[in-house]
């Protein structure tokens, strides 16, 4: 019998999240909702992200179904929000992780230049 970790759904739900983050559509849309100052409606979302309406209904979608955005009516309008203050900061730590990898990989880049010459046999 596989061992089955008490925490096991935890993991999934926390996985599940992350397959949540995982389309450069989504990430941005995120990245427009912290810009803000409040609920944003979508037509301000379409016109940021430049995706089609109905990209951006399916990617709202797969955002709102895991809780990482909320949504409200108002009038005609559907306005949209982080459904919490620590995905900012979700996304900040993920840009600081992307610039630090980024920064080593340039360094490492740059490294090359210190190389001694290579000749062709």
Do not use: W
């Amino acid at each position: 019998m596989p061992y089955t970790h008490p925490d096991q759904p935890l993991y999934e739900i926390k996985a599940n999240l992350f397959k949540a983050l995982a389309h450069p559509a989504r990430i941005r849309v995120l990245e427009v909702l912290t810009a803000g100052i409040g609920p944003t409606p979508v037509s301000e979302l379409l016109a940021a992200t430049e995706l089609e309406p109905s990209s951006l209904s399916q990617h709202l979608g797969v955002l709102k179904r895991h809780k990482v955005v909320t949504s409200a009516r108002s009038g005609n309008a559907v306005y949209y929000q982080l459904a919490h203050p620590s995905i900012r900061e979700l996304l900040v730590i993920a840009r600081m992780f992307l610039a630090d990898t980024l920064a080593a990989q340039r360094d490492q880049f740059d490294a090359i230049a210190s190389l001694p010459p290579v000749t062709r046999a």
